[in-house]
């Protein structure tokens, strides 16, 4: 726990776009697929994205299939989601977390950051 720092978030009007970075050690990014969750308000929490360890396949959930992108940043040991297209839907408080897939399990995670799409 507590070993992912999201940086990133912030205001951003609808059709606009964000870049979240999420940060890991080494040893986290080559052991760990690295995902993306989401919070909104009064919501439960929703996968986002995520991106494998060993072969950087990738899979997204519906609502962001198409706008968002995630990826690898070898070079600075980090996971990159960018947003595009964004809607007020979009507004959450966006987590990442390092684990299984697979499993749903996952056992790193960070403290968040907001990102709200408003008009």
């Known amino acids: 726990q507590g070993q992912l720092v999201e940086s990133g978030g912030g205001l951003v009007q609808p059709g606009g776009s964000l870049r979240l970075s999420c940060a890991a050690p080494?040893?986290?990014?080559?052991?760990?697929?690295i995902a993306w969750f989401r919070q909104a308000p009064g919501k439960e929490r929703e996968f986002v994205a995520t991106?494998?360890?060993?072969?950087?396949?990738?899979y997204y959930a519906d609502s962001v299939k198409d706008r968002f992108t995630i990826s690898r940043d070898n070079t600075k040991n980090a996971v990159i989601l960018q947003m595009n297209s964004l809607k007020p839907d979009d507004t959450a408080i966006y987590y990442c977390?390092?684990?299984?897939?697979?499993?749903?399990?996952?056992?790193?995670w960070g403290q968040g950051t907001q990102v709200t799409v408003f008009s």
């Open positions: 991106i494998t360890w060993s072969s950087s396949t990738t």
């Open positions: 977390a390092g684990g299984f897939y697979s499993l749903n399990r996952w056992d790193y």
């Open positions: 080494e040893r986290i990014l080559k052991a760990y697929s």
